[in-house]
């Protein structure tokens, strides 16, 4: 059976490297392509997970972790360039966003209703903390590119079932890529923006 925890900064190590993995593994394939470091997978999440605000919601199949989500306020996400400024633009202050930055369900637990879950769990946790909104980005679906599976379905529909609506924001990161012959490049990556108002 799947059973649910919540980890916060202090008893974040005992998940740290599971995570990292589970990371690194999931977000090398198409549409991210990201090739990084365990190492680096720790300096993210103890960034993330320094403000006393953020949790990540865990599921667990006996011992194994199948999936996870990070949510943090919005201010602690330091990867987008211009990020602020560009919400203010929408007349979004992002003092009042709280954000899921990664969400992942092992393949073979999907479409079981465990994301919804997690969903639940951080906009309960959003309103508890005073936030107005939930944000949250994707990487935008390019169906010239090479290494895109023939049968991919981009996860659209999945945050529009979660009744999130598209900001009309696109920005772009950069990241080291994996590229089709299997070296790596820096890239850049447009993300496309979503929001939901939290219940109060
Ligand atoms: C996207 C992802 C997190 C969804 O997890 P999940 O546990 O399968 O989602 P749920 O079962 O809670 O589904 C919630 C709703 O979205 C729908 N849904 C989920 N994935 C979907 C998909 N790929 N396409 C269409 N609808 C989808 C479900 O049918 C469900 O709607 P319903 O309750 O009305 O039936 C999972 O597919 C995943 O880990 N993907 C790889 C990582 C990723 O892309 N993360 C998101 C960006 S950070």
């Known amino acids: 059976m799947v059973k649910v925890e919540i980890y916060k900064r202090d008893n974040l190590p005992e ?22 470091t365990l190492e680096r997978q720790h300096m993210y999440f103890n960034n993330l997970l320094n403000d006393p605000r953020s ?5 667990r199949d006996n ?16 990867y987008i360039p211009n990020l602020k400024e560009e919400l203010e633009k929408k007349d979004i202050n992002i003092n009042e966003c709280y954000c899921c930055t990664d969400v992942i369900i092992l393949e073979g637990y999907r479409k079981k209703g465990l994301a919804r879950k997690a969903f639940d769990i951080q906009e309960k946790h ?19 590119h090479p290494l895109r599976p023939h049968n991919y379905v981009t996860n659209n ?11 009309g924001l696109v920005l772009s990161m950069n990241y080291l890529t994996l590229q089709p012959d299997n070296s790596t490049k820096k890239e850049d990556h447009l993300l496309n923006f979503w929001e939901k108002e939290v219940l109060q």
């Open 126 to 144: 959003a309103s508890e903390n005073g936030f107005k909104k939930v944000v949250l980005f994707n990487t935008v679906d390019d169906i010239h």
């Open 55 to 59: 949790i990540i919601t865990v599921f």
């Open 15 to 36: 998940i740290i490297d599971e995570i990292g993995i589970i990371r690194l593994n999931e977000f090398k394939k198409y549409p991210d392509l990201y090739v990084s």
């Open 63 to 78: 011992e194994k972790i199948i999936g996870f989500c990070i949510s943090t306020p919005l201010t602690c996400y330091k």
């Open 157 to 167: 529909v999945f945050f529009e079932q979660l009744r999130f609506k598209s900001l």
